[in-house]
């Protein structure tokens, strides 16, 4: 077997080109747009490569290639953990452990000559919205950048020696009969009407404003967890740029109190299922063609809530119900949606798990997040509970 750093064009198609090899027959698989992870291996769109690095490799077995995977770190996301910790992801592997070991290997010895001390993975060199942890639970078609992969990588990871940092879960809301009694309506029609409190949705015309106010509440809400950095205003509205096509302005909702911004959520369309009719991942001139025309027939009929974020002095106030009281007139308005799914909530933060099952959604899914320590006789730990 031979490894061969990604480093030429021909390469990248075959970094793309193997996970369609390896999906062949699985009806689940919903090839990822290609354009969208080759912006992440782009120092000119991710700005993440101003303070970290990424590559990528291929694994050849007789001229054949049997698997792939990337390393990347930032500082920004290795500084906040007891060790440097940096990543691997974008994985895929034959069911071989040998290869599995080869590529994990590559990883690590590059993170390591760059100054690392541990590896996380699978997740992204970009915002943990997308391609982020390893399913274990739920192999079923799965939402737009919401990871997908065999059950056999789980085994992969382990025997190779990574542990399972935080369990990532995934809700699913059924809008049509939604599993919510008259009461939690009236409660949410009572906290939507509360005086110095406002509901409002985010427009492109004003997204500055949004994206600041968005850093506000997130910095609130999660600076408390161990890890916690700051996103920076330029990030998000690249991200915003960049993914203007999943977005319905009326799919992002803020709550204010006397003006200050103290809870957000953010839903995107799940262009999965247009993808999934598109088959090659490549948005060429006949695919634009064919998203548009799925986009206006309305075939996209399932939503995900990416991100849902609430400042610690507002929690336990109802405000989650305000805001799906207008969300709720949303959905009403586009009753071809008739799915809505709430991804994901890690372990570590109970009070939000707890939340979504409060408003009747089903756990459906279930991704991990695995760490590999360099010193196998450092104590490993698993990640914090949010109190």
């Given at each position: 077997?031979?490894?061969?750093?990604?480093?030429?064009?021909?390469?990248?198609?075959?970094?793309?080109?193997?996970?369609?090899?390896?999906?062949?027959?699985?009806?689940?698989?919903?090839?990822?747009?290609?354009?969208?992870?080759?912006?992440?291996?782009?120092?000119?769109?991710?700005?993440?490569?101003?303070?970290?690095?990424?590559?990528?490799?291929?694994?050849?077995?007789?001229?054949?290639?049997?698997?792939?995977?990337?390393?990347?770190?930032?500082?920004?996301?290795?500084?906040?953990?007891?060790?440097?910790?940096?990543?691997?992801?974008?994985?895929?592997?034959?069911?071989?452990?040998?290869?599995?070991?080869?590529?994990?290997?590559?990883?690590?010895?590059?993170?390591?000559?760059?100054?690392?001390?541990?590896?996380?993975?699978?997740?992204?060199?970009?915002?943990?919205?997308?391609?982020?942890?390893?399913?274990?639970?739920?192999?079923?078609?799965?939402?737009?950048?919401?990871?997908?992969?065999?059950?056999?990588?789980?085994?992969?990871?382990?025997?190779?020696?990574?542990?399972?940092?935080?369990?990532?879960?995934?809700?699913?809301?059924d809008i049509t009969t939604p599993d919510l009694p008259d009461r939690f309506w009236k409660i949410a029609d009572w906290v939507a009407k509360k005086p110095g409190y406002s509901f409002e949705h985010f427009t492109f015309a004003k997204q500055?404003?949004?994206?600041?106010?968005?850093?506000?509440?997130?910095?609130?809400?999660?600076?408390?967890?161990?890890?916690?950095?700051?996103?920076?205003?330029?990030?998000?509205?690249?991200?915003?740029?960049?993914?203007?096509?999943?977005?319905?302005?009326?799919?992002?909702?803020?709550?204010?109190?006397?003006?200050?911004?103290?809870?957000?959520?953010?839903?995107?369309?799940?262009?999965?299922?247009?993808?999934?009719?598109?088959?090659?991942?490549?948005?060429?001139?006949?695919?634009?063609?064919?998203?548009?025309?799925?986009?206006?027939?309305?075939?996209?009929?399932?939503?995900?809530?990416?991100?849902?974020?609430?400042?610690?002095?507002?929690?336990?106030?109802?405000?989650?119900?305000?805001?799906?009281?207008?969300?709720?007139?949303?959905?009403?308005?586009?009753?071809?949606?008739?799915?809505?799914?709430?991804?994901?909530?890690?372990?570590?933060?109970?009070?939000?798990?707890?939340?979504?099952?409060?408003l009747g959604a089903k756990q459906t899914l279930t991704h991990q997040t695995l760490r590999y320590l360099f010193d196998r006789e450092k104590v490993f730990k698993m990640a914090p509970i949010i109190e």
């Amino acid at each position: 077997m031979q490894v061969i750093q990604v480093t030429n064009p021909k390469l990248v198609n075959e970094f793309h080109r193997l996970p369609k090899e390896l999906y062949k027959n699985d009806q689940n698989w919903i090839p990822p747009l290609q354009m969208m992870i080759e912006n992440t291996f782009d120092p000119g769109k991710n700005k993440r490569f101003k303070t970290g690095d990424a590559a990528r490799w291929l694994l050849f077995e007789n001229n054949i290639c049997i698997g792939r995977i990337a390393a990347f770190y930032d500082e920004a996301y290795s500084s906040g953990y007891e060790q440097p910790t940096g990543a691997c992801g974008f994985f895929e592997c034959i069911n071989r452990q040998e290869a599995a070991n080869l590529l994990f290997d590559t990883a690590r010895k590059w993170l390591a000559e760059n100054g690392l001390e541990a590896m996380d993975g699978p997740v992204n060199f970009d915002e943990n919205f997308f391609f982020w942890g390893l399913l274990t639970d739920g192999f079923q078609p799965q939402t737009f950048g919401m990871q997908y992969n065999p059950a056999y990588y789980f085994e992969l990871f382990t025997n190779y020696g990574f542990r399972t940092y935080y369990k990532q879960y995934s809700y699913s809301l059924d809008i049509t009969t939604p599993d919510l009694p008259d009461r939690f309506w009236k409660i949410a029609d009572w906290v939507a009407k509360k005086p110095g409190y406002s509901f409002e949705h985010f427009t492109f015309a004003k997204q500055n404003k949004y994206i600041r106010d968005f850093i506000e509440i997130h910095c609130e809400a999660w600076k408390g967890h161990g890890n916690y950095k700051p996103i920076e205003f330029q990030l998000l509205k690249d991200l915003l740029r960049n993914a203007r096509i999943l977005i319905d302005e009326e799919f992002i909702w803020y709550v204010y109190h006397n003006n200050k911004p103290v809870a957000f959520l953010m839903m995107i369309r799940d262009l999965n299922q247009i993808l999934q009719k598109l088959e090659s991942g490549k948005l060429n001139f006949w695919n634009k063609i064919r998203l548009f025309y799925f986009l206006k027939t309305k075939t996209i009929k399932r939503c995900r809530v990416i991100v849902m974020g609430m400042t610690p002095g507002y929690q336990g106030k109802g405000l989650e119900s305000g805001i799906f009281h207008h969300l709720k007139k949303v959905m009403q308005k586009k009753s071809w949606y008739n799915d809505m799914e709430m991804s994901w909530v890690g372990d570590f933060n109970p009070k939000m798990n707890a939340l979504f099952k409060s408003l009747g959604a089903k756990q459906t899914l279930t991704h991990q997040t695995l760490r590999y320590l360099f010193d196998r006789e450092k104590v490993f730990k698993m990640a914090p509970i949010i109190e």
